[in-house]
């Protein structure tokens, strides 16, 4: 993965590059002596400060999704409630997507600032138990067009992952902006030396989604991050009124059932569409609280359980092999 330094030039191909200092992207560069030197490539000294900061967080779970508007955010939400519904669990939820930071007025947090202390940054408390982190809380404005160029996002990753003040912490969940970019090579690289237990892939039941979900998986498999498995969302309408269940975005190849048995990858479940959910995540609500006995919150408690088992049974594997 190559890292970028917050004074490079937009093209820069990264420090570790073999162009690093030599392609027509350098030329002018502040860093082209050094790079072009092979100084450069030595490993970011920030790899081994995150993977100390982070030996207080017991388990790392990324969300991803292969394109925008499948309800990954809404699926990393109400994951963080659903693990924080144990009051004896720590649960933080940092939220990476640096041009579409949605996270905060879903978690009824909008307008909140982040504090500064000696130990680093603070996170917003929805609850005692689930503490959020968020580009959005940086933001001056609530409509700020975020546009930044790679460097300057790698860094607030960068300073996300190792200058927030998480404390001793259960499960971290990071959501991450849709399809596979810097941001995401960002954070498995820096997360790169500690356990990261594995990613949660969102999707609808529509070929057009699985395509790009397919992506995401050869994206895992190649930087080496493990699968939890995938989830599919907007799977049916169940009217909240007579019950009835519709098919808004029907299968057509199948869905996500069948893409995983086809990539021998783990399905952990559907959740229906509910127009209530929609309206708890405006609302700054945990729908899980709000609508206990809906098929969808019934829904997100079965996969949330299962992730949860995933993650301990890995740890444990980790720990025989340790
Ligand atoms: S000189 Fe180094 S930092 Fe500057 S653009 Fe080239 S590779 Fe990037």
Redesign the pocket.
């Given at each position: 993965m190559a890292d970028?330094?917050s004074n490079?030039?937009a093209h820069?191909?990264?420090?570790a590059?073999d162009?690093?200092?030599k392609?027509s992207?350098?030329q002018g560069?502040p860093?082209?002596a050094?790079?072009?030197s092979g100084a450069?490539k030595a490993p970011d000294p920030a790899i081994q400060e995150i993977k100390e900061k982070m030996t207080s967080v017991k388990h790392k779970i990324l969300i991803l999704s292969g394109k925008g508007g499948v309800g990954k955010s809404t699926f990393s939400t109400h994951l963080a409630h659903g693990l924080a519904s144990n009051d004896t669990m720590q649960v933080a939820l940092l939220d990476v997507d640096m041009c579409g930071p949605s996270i905060p007025k879903m978690m009824g947090v909008e307008g909140e600032q982040v504090h500064q202390s000696g130990s680093g940054w603070s996170p917003v408390y929805v609850e005692e138990n689930l503490g959020v982190m968020s580009v959005g809380f940086l933001l001056s404005s609530l409509d700020d067009a975020v546009i930044w160029r790679g460097p300057k996002k790698n860094g607030l990753i960068k300073q996300f992952l190792r200058d927030v003040d998480w404390g001793e912490v259960d499960y971290l969940i990071v959501d991450t902006p849709p399809g596979t970019s810097d941001e995401h090579l960002s954070i498995v690289q820096y997360l790169s030396a500690t356990q990261v237990d594995g990613a949660v892939i969102i999707t609808t039941p529509q070929e057009v989604s699985l395509q790009d979900v397919r992506k995401e998986i050869n994206f895992c498999k190649k930087v080496k991050l493990p699968i939890i498995g995938v989830v599919e969302n907007m799977s049916g309408f169940v009217c909240p009124k007579c019950q009835h269940e519709s098919q808004i975005f029907p299968p057509t190849t199948g869905g996500a059932t069948k893409m995983c048995k086809d990539l021998n990858i783990p399905f952990l479940g559907k959740v229906p569409l509910d127009p209530r959910i929609g309206k708890s995540c405006d609302e700054g609500k945990s729908f899980l609280t709000e609508f206990p006995d809906s098929s969808a919150s019934i829904a997100y408690r079965d996969i949330v359980c299962r992730i949860q088992e995933h993650c301990v049974t890995r740890s444990s594997e980790v720990e025989k092999t340790a």
């Open positions: 970028v330094p490079a030039p820069c191909p990264g420090t590059s162009d690093a200092g392609v992207a350098c560069c860093n082209q050094l790079c072009a450069s």
